[in-house]
């Protein structure tokens, strides 16, 4: 199968080691904004078509597949335009910025007849599938409450900028924290898509507080407070102020579910499934994966996808995209209009003060 790339950040380039280690895939076309990574991500891995016009990509007509890995603002422009040359597409998630944009792109893709898949990435990692096959064999009885935190090191945390630089670590932080609305939107749009894919509801109804801690516009950290359909009450815990300071652990990360027959818990420190039911206890080891291998096994989905001509029902439609950024929004704007709350970093510098790394 024939695959394009455009977006060749930090995530674009996962995306290509992925796709360049799958034999059924030959990665013909490669594009970004920024000539540099163009000119050497197009020489490592020996793409015949190695552009800064992304157009030039979707309008080729030996492409199967397009993948949309750039910055989330450009996922509209680009996927409409990918829908208007019919082309099945897989774009990272969110699947927009603005939920009006992920509408259309959702409506443009369903007239192209071409397939959409957004990569909400834990509906392909094994922790995030387990706890999922452990409460759809009623080990627990019925849900009830689920508890999803995860908080990370902010995107200009020391030990990411001494990775990235500090000229890319800042144009990370103006892509998550100001682009992609922080941490509650960025990346809660995975734990709002994983909590319909886990209770299998929709929301019914969304409210969220949030703090900030370098008066950044939208909160660093937010709790949402989610009701689903069925009853199932979800909390979202996300965050980026964890890890301000610390020099090594990057990530607090903990999933909890609670049913009327027992309890199961996972976290990343101790990367242990523990259960603890009426009917058995449960405690084995369940390691994290990273987020290549979690990729691996969408493009795996994919590609089946695309041979049999539908989206297998485990992955995350065009639609599964819209809701999980709608829910976020949702969260995003109740967070504000009950007060950010504002709290003080201490003397560390605030990276976002405009000094243009
Ligand atoms: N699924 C996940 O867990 C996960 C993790 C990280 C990032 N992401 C997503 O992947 C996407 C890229 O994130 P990143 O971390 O690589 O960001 P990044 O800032 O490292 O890279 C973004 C790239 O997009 C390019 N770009 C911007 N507009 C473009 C356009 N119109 N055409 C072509 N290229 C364009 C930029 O030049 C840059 O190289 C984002 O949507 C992000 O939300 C997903």
């Not at 992304?54 to 597949?65: G, N, R, T, W």
């Not at 969304?206 to 689903?228: K, N, Q």
């Not at 579910?257 to 009426?278: E, K, M, N, P």
């Not at 049999?308 to 639609?319: D, F, K, R, V």
Request: charged content about 25%.
């Amino acid at each position: 199968m024939r695959f394009g790339v455009i977006g060749l950040g930090s995530a674009g380039r996962s995306h290509l080691d992925v796709l360049s280690r799958m034999p059924e895939v030959e990665v013909v076309g490669i594009a970004d904004l920024n000539p540099e990574y163009v000119k050497t991500l197009g020489e490592r891995y020996g793409v015949p078509l190695a552009t800064t016009q992304p157009e030039e990509l979707i309008a080729d007509p030996s492409i199967d597949v397009i993948a949309v890995v750039a910055a989330d603002r450009a996922h509209y422009p680009l996927v409409m335009a990918c829908a208007a040359a019919r082309k099945h597409t897989l774009c990272e998630k969110p699947i927009a910025t603005e939920v009006g944009h992920g509408r259309e792109m959702v409506a443009a893709m369903r007239e192209a007849g071409r397939l959409f898949c957004i990569s909400l990435n834990n509906r392909g990692n094994p922790v995030n599938r387990r706890i999922k096959d452990v409460v759809d064999a009623g080990t627990i009885g019925h849900a009830r409450m689920v508890r999803l935190i995860g908080l990370m090191a902010a995107p200009d945390n020391h030990l990411v900028r001494e990775r990235l630089g500090e000229k890319a670590a800042y144009s990370r932080l103006v892509n998550i924290c100001h682009e992609g609305k922080n941490a509650m939107f960025d990346c809660g749009v995975h734990s709002f898509d994983y909590a319909r894919f886990l209770t299998g509801s929709d929301f019914r109804r969304i409210e969220a507080m949030g703090y900030s801690m370098r008066g950044f516009e939208y909160p660093d950290h937010g709790v949402a407070l989610c009701e689903h359909e069925n009853g199932i009450l979800t909390v979202v815990d996300k965050g980026f102020d964890y890890a301000y300071e610390a020099q090594t652990r990057k990530e607090y990360v903990r999933y909890e579910v609670i049913g009327d027959r027992g309890s199961l818990a996972w976290d990343l420190d101790h990367q242990r499934l523990r259960v603890f039911a009426r009917d058995q206890t449960l405690d084995e080891p369940l390691p994290y994966a990273s987020h290549d291998a979690d990729r691996e096994v969408i493009y795996r989905g994919f590609i089946e996808s695309v041979k049999q001509g539908s989206l297998l029902p485990w992955l995350a439609s065009g639609e599964d995209g819209l809701k999980a950024v709608e829910a976020a929004q949702t969260a995003v704007d109740s967070m504000i209009a009950k007060g950010v709350i504002t709290r003080d970093v201490g003397p560390g510098p605030n990276w976002f003060d405009g000094r243009g790394w």
